[in-house]
Nanobody, 124 residues
C-alpha cells in the first residue's frame, strides 16, 4: 500500500506560482509512475502531468505544457508540481496518484493509489 498526501494548495492571483507536494509513505515510489490530476466540481477528473519511474521522463496536458513542471525526489519519497503563470481555469482540486504498470499513463483509472487532494484557487 502507498499512502499519498498532497499539500501546497491555496488561493493565488492569476499570473502567480505555486508548488504542490505529494509525500508518499508505506512504500518507496521509485517503482511507481507518479501523476497529477485535477478536478473541478461537476467536471471529470483531468490529467495534468506524469513522471515515469525510470529515467525521469515526463508528459503534460496541452493546457499546462510550458507552465507546469513535475519532478520527483525518490530519496524523499516525494513528487512535486511546480505551477507558474497560473490562470483562473487552473482552479481545481489537485490529486497525486501512483501506478506501477504504465509509465506515462494519462488515464485516471490506471492509477492504483490516490491522495485526498489539495485545493488550488486562482483569482482573476
Amino acid at each position: 500500500q502507498v499512502q499519498l498526501v498532497e499539500s501546497g494548495g491555496r488561493l493565488v492571483q492569476a499570473g502567480g506560482s505555486l508548488r504542490l507536494s505529494c509525500a508518499a509513505s508505506g512504500r518507496t515510489i521509485s517503482r511507481y509512475a507518479m501523476g497529477w490530476f485535477r478536478q473541478d466540481p461537476g467536471k471529470e477528473r483531468e490529467f495534468v502531468a506524469v513522471i515515469a519511474w525510470s529515467g525521469g521522463g515526463t508528459s503534460y496536458a496541452d493546457s499546462v505544457k510550458g507552465r507546469f513542471t513535475i519532478s520527483r525526489d525518490n530519496a524523499k519519497n516525494t513528487v512535486y508540481l511546480q505551477m507558474n503563470d497560473l490562470k483562473p481555469e487552473d482552479t481545481a482540486v489537485y490529486y497525486c496518484a501512483a501506478n506501477s504498470r504504465y509509465q506515462y499513463s494519462r488515464r485516471w483509472d490506471e492509477y492504483d493509489y490516490w491522495g485526498q487532494g489539495t485545493q488550488v484557487t486562482v483569482s482573476s
